[in-house]
């Protein structure tokens, strides 16, 4: 199952910088997107999420873009902290309600 | 805040036993869920459910898998002959709307040898 891809592994990023995180889907009938943050020995932590009738969706630090003709979408942590330090999953949803998730980026983000 | 429980965090079996992996799900919550991450994979689906049955499952939900809400708050997977290849983190998780924010558990990191 390879719908939903995360291509960079892994991203280090300066704290206080902008973290860039990027998700490609292959599936036009997704029509909900959700980033999950999972900690070591912890479960994913939902993030934030974006419908496909959307192009953007704000939460504090924390920014989803969707771009549906080129079937991307992107997540901005703006300003990054110490604490954004964990594995950022894309998951997507379609019309059979069932999410798939993309492999994950690690993000560092260095004091 | 409220939030999903998973028993026991780490199990160790023999190849062939059967084990119980146990979840309680968000109270108000109306669909469960059953993910599971092999080590360096992604994420995987196993199955949903809503109204005390089977709403979705993945190829990877197989005979040996069962689900089961034996009262109102414990949701369980049972794996009934573990397999080496069932080795895995299986993550609950609940939601109150359909794969909609899902609420994840912290894991039950299963070893089979």
């Known amino acids: 199952d390879q719908q939903v891809k995360q291509n960079s592994p892994s991203l280090s990023v300066q704290e206080g910088r902008i973290s860039i995180l990027n998700c490609d889907y292959t599936?036009?009938?997704?029509?909900?997107f959700l980033w999950y943050k999972k900690y070591p020995a912890e479960g994913p932590t939902f993030l934030i999420s974006?419908?496909?009738?959307?192009d953007k969706n704000e939460d504090g630090r924390f920014t989803v873009f969707l771009n549906k003709s080129a079937k991307h979408l992107s997540l901005h942590i703006v300003p990054s902290q110490p604490g954004d330090s964990a594995v950022y999953f894309c998951?997507?949803?379609?019309?059979?309600?069932?999410?798939?998730f993309g492999a994950g980026t690690t993000v560092t983000v260095r004091a | 805040e409220p939030e999903v429980t998973q028993t026991p965090s780490h199990q160790v079996t023999q190849m062939g036993q059967e084990v119980i992996l146990r979840c309680v799900p968000i109270?108000?919550?109306?669909?469960f869920y059953w993910y599971r991450q092999i080590l360096g994979q992604k994420v995987e689906f196993l199955v949903s459910?809503?109204?005390?049955?089977?709403?979705?499952k993945s190829e990877i939900f197989d005979d040996q898998f069962s689900v089961e809400r034996p009262d109102g708050s414990n949701f369980t997977l049972k794996i009934r002959s573990t397999k080496l290849e069932d080795s895995a983190m299986y993550f609950c998780?609940?939601?109150?709307?359909?794969?909609?924010?899902?609420?994840f558990g912290s894991g039950t990191q299963l070893s089979v040898l």
């Open positions: 998780a609940s939601s109150p709307f359909n794969n909609e924010k899902l609420f």
């Open positions: 599936n036009s009938m997704f029509d909900y």
């Open positions: 974006i419908s496909s009738i959307k």
């Open positions: 998951a997507a949803r379609g019309n059979d309600y069932k999410l798939s």
């Open positions: 109270s108000n919550h109306l669909y």
């Open positions: 459910f809503y109204n005390n049955e089977i709403s979705e």
